[in-house]
């Protein structure tokens, strides 16, 4: 009887710890489903395929949640099929991805490398709670990102991409998440005459610099605008900063009074200010103690401005002797003139500049046009593209190593 009782109890207590054991296997279960962002329940998986002069290695993240693959796998084979249906031989495709997780949703960011265009991201973004295709409208909101996606497009790019981008879908867009930034790409727009993917990174986080480590390009060319500042002035400077660009403002003493808040902001920013004279006279027509006058009176205007001095100057119509050459500043003239201001035609300035562009080269524009100001944002792309970086004059020296001396005029900085 005693023994039956035993029994009877460890048959209860097996009962117990396998009923227990169930229901943790069954909460884990649950757990892992809902806690699906942990790395852990993420593989790496590779596509890999040599055939028919296509070579194609895709690496893809595959989950605990048949539907979200399915999304994924459906995405990568229609593209993988669209590459190997060219005609063109020795294709190559290489894919790889990073995750972002924000709230209850993942963005799959496909960071592309091939033979055939020139699109090198790619996003999906997930809805982990319902396991479906997920729209960047549904993280932020809708007016919101139009919002800055149009000023800053405004702003850095060519009025003909800026109409094309404000006229498309917003959810069509290729978005790159991260705490700090959202980097949108318009891989989905045909433009006319550029061989580059419009993009531009919306800041999250204020203390997140959108400007680049000059040291990553090869080629760098100076900027610099002349007769300002003016209206066109502050988008300008936008415009250069939205392109990681810097600039040399060779400005008026006269125009400096009347805007005097743009002439602070170009101090405060990665741009520079020089000397244009005050009025835009001749100098070789003033005495020693005109000319000595003229540049004090504008020096006097920047540092009551800025509390600092000036240190270049640009002769007004590039006249100059031996006064000017010994008047205490570093002359700055140039090498590459796309006569702007006589064109008043924002391609032909842009052909000017691209059919002389070199390394070191120092080029002349005004920033009192707007055709100027669109020639620029058709520019600081294409530049780009081509291996330039775009910095002001102070940035041009520091990075060729060049020392300046007074009396010698600088028309460049090999």
Known sequence: MILLRYKNELFKFFIYIFALLVAIFILSNILIKDDIPSSTNVEKTIIQSDEDGTNVYVEYPRFKNDEINSIITDYLYSYIKEFKSNEKKDKVLDITYQLFYIDNFV???????????????????I??????????TQIYDEEYLKTEI???VYYKYSSEIYEKIQNSTINNFTYILSESKIEVYFNDIEFDNIDYIP???????????????TSLSDKYIAFTYDDGPSQYTKDLLKTLELNNSSATFFMLGNRMKKYEDTVLEIYNSNSEV??????????????????????????????????????YLRPPYNYSNQNVLDSGYLIVTWNIDPKDWLLRDSIKIYNNVITHVCDGCIVIMHDIYEPTIEATKMLLPKLDEMGYKVVSVSELMKIKNYTATVNKTITSIK
């Open 199 to 213: 993009y531009i990174e919306i800041l999250i986080d204020s203390s997140a610099s959108s400007l680049q480590n």
């Open 274 to 311: 020089g000397s244009h004279s005050y009025a835009h006279k001749d100098l070789t027509k003033l005495s020693k103690l005109e000319l000595d006058e003229d540049l004090k009176k504008t020096n006097d205007i920047f540092n009551s401005i800025t509390n600092d001095n000036l240190k």
């Open 127 to 136: 809805d982990l709670n319902n396991s479906k295709l997920a729209y960047i």
């Open 150 to 152: 149009n000023d800053l």
């Open 107 to 125: 963005n799959i960011t496909f960071h592309i490398e091939n033979t055939l265009n020139n699109i090198k991201n790619k996003n999906i973004l």
